[in-house]
């Protein structure tokens, strides 16, 4: 599987943006997508997930009810909707696929659950 991010940019502090993790290769449908954001100085963390089946999504507790996850996997693509969007959200993020099919939250959370990772893309949102 290869992970191309997508649609980042700079908004302003309570805007919009949603990002893009387009996805090639046949296993994509069973594969589990999660979004991972890094600031400068700063570790890689968590941000969203999604089952490779949609039914389930996990969320990071500082997007929770601001960012939604999604996937349309007819089009391999995994999307990220940001919503009042906040400077501490400026960040580059990362699009990752897991093989895992567990319900588990703290499979999805961990990076080292996902073997296939893309390009970052920027996020800068000002205040």
């Known amino acids: 599987v290869q992970l191309q991010a997508s649609g980042g940019g700079l908004v302003q502090d309570g805007g919009s943006l949603r990002i893009s993790c387009a996805a090639s290769?046949?296993?994509?449908?069973?594969?589990?997508t999660g979004w991972f954001r890094q600031a400068p100085g700063k570790e890689r963390e968590f941000v969203a997930a999604?089952?490779?089946?949609?039914?389930?999504?996990y969320y990071a507790d500082s997007v929770k009810g601001r960012f939604t996850i999604s996937r349309n996997n007819a089009k391999n693509t995994v999307y990220l909707q940001m919503n009042s969007l906040k400077p501490e959200d400026t960040a580059v993020y990362y699009c990752?696929?897991?093989?895992?099919?567990?319900?588990?939250?703290?499979?999805?959370?961990?990076?080292?659950?996902?073997?296939?990772w893309g390009q970052g893309t920027q996020v800068t949102v000002s205040s």
């Open positions: 990752a696929a897991a093989d895992g099919t567990t319900y588990s939250t703290s499979y999805y959370q961990n990076s080292h659950s996902y073997e296939y």
């Open positions: 290769g046949r296993r994509f449908s069973s594969t589990a």
């Open positions: 999604i089952r490779w089946s949609g039914d389930f999504t």
